[in-house]
């Protein structure tokens, strides 16, 4: 059979610009998707009396035939059919004669594309909260497990004041939060049919769009025919929420790769999500946290590609916006790679506790504390702090901790230090301290993991 648009025309298309104007290779991923607004459509065109109801049943038909042959992996799809969705409507044919070839009445191949991408990524934009829930649920079971686990927290990558280390994880677990929420507000504009735009201006039949739209769950039409087949933001969109949790995920592949090398020891990544060396014996590598880090690459290309490929269109439909697909759906698989491996790279890390706990003693980041203490004692803050600053050089220069000074030390940089300000000093007291909504005192952080299971219960 020849070109479904071929009329026009009086000569055989080029081989070279068929192979170059094809999306087949990539948007036969659209399958299901596609199949699913022809069945709307096809159901609309038989309820508006545009189409016979034995026509409507002959092509529904033959699209779950179709759907079928798909689903076996036995569809045989072809560049010259150039798309998905002449692919399958060449199918169809092929499946129920010409009676198939009515099933495009009052559609357009423009709002057809821009119809499969909604149905696409809202399905994805669902699983991706989903996998995101399973990676908070993740961190809360380690958090709940590290309570009283003490790492130096950093500024700087220097030692700045001890934390919990459940209070390190439960940062992340807000990060995913907003993560999740990013994706769920952006439901409202991916659910939204743009079918029946036609090719940019409407259609002369009495079609139904709301009718389309219930059938296939959509919860509004695009208002303006234009803006339906130009509209690729609710894409865009989508790429800069994946890039957003690329970057939050690539943090903490940041964090485990410098808290798993030997000079950090402060986790084991579990062997199952390691490499070896080919050449080195001893060597356990982080690839898979090196690898999650190194493709946030990738998908923050596709979303400054997609966004530097729509710039300049004039509305409404230009072929260009063909290339909205490798990006998306590269932006899906790579997202699906890393949410999928990271919940249980998360779950079966180990804690190394007492090296966490010794790097916070050979330390001086309970120096705040002590300048707190003074401050309670009626010193202006600044003056504490040039005070501390002294002990502490003077600590470096005896290779002492501000634990191991006597008090007769203390007291010749301030007559207001007593015995009390070693128990200031303690880690689990300057992590206590920090008894602020939000702040690392362990009460605090019980709290938080109670508050963050009661919203990843809810979602
Ligand atoms: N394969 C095309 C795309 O992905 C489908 C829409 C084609 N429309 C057209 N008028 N050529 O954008």
Known sequence: MSKLWGGRFTKKTDQLVEEYTASIMFDKELAEEDIQGSLAH???????????????EKIK????????????GEMEFTVSDEDIHMNIEKALMEEVGPVGGKLHTGRSRNDQ?????????????????????KLQEALLEQATKNLDTIIPGYTHLQRAQPILFAHHLMAYVSMFQRDIERLQESYKRINVLPLGAGALAGTTFPIDRHFVAEQLGFDKVYENSLDAVSDRDFIVEFLSNGAMIM?????????????????????????????GSSIMPQKKNPDVAELVRGKTGRVYGNLFGLLTVLKGLPLAYNKDMQEDKEGMLDTVNTLQGALQLFAPMVATMKVNKERMREAVNTDFSNATDIAD?????????????EIIGKIVLYCIQNKKY??????????????????????????????????????????????????????????
């Open 61 to 72: 038909d033959g699209l779950h035939k179709i759907q079928n042959i798909i689903r076996r």
């Open 247 to 275: 970057m939050h995920l690539s943090r903490f592949c940041e964090e485990m790769v410098l808290w798993s090398s030997t000079e950090f020891n402060f986790i084991e990544l579990d062997d199952a999500f390691c490499t």
């Open 373 to 385: 203490y003074l401050v309670n004692q009626n010193l202006p803050f600044r003056q504490a702090h």
């Open 113 to 133: 594309v821009a119809t499969d991408m909604h149905l696409f990524l809202r399905k994805r934009v669902v699983e991706f909260v989903g996998l995101l829930i």
């Open 402 to 459: 501000l634990l191991d000074l006597t008090i007769e030390e203390y007291k010749k940089f301030s007559s207001l230090f007593d015995d009390r300000i070693y128990a200031v000093l303690q880690p689990e007291q300057v992590v206590n301290a920090r008894n602020v909504y939000g702040g690392t005192a362990s009460n605090q952080v019980t709290e938080a993991i109670a508050r963050a299971q009661v919203v990843t219960t809810e979602a």
């Open 42 to 56: 096809v159901t609309m065109l038989g309820k508006c009396g545009i189409l016979p109801d034995g026509d409507v």
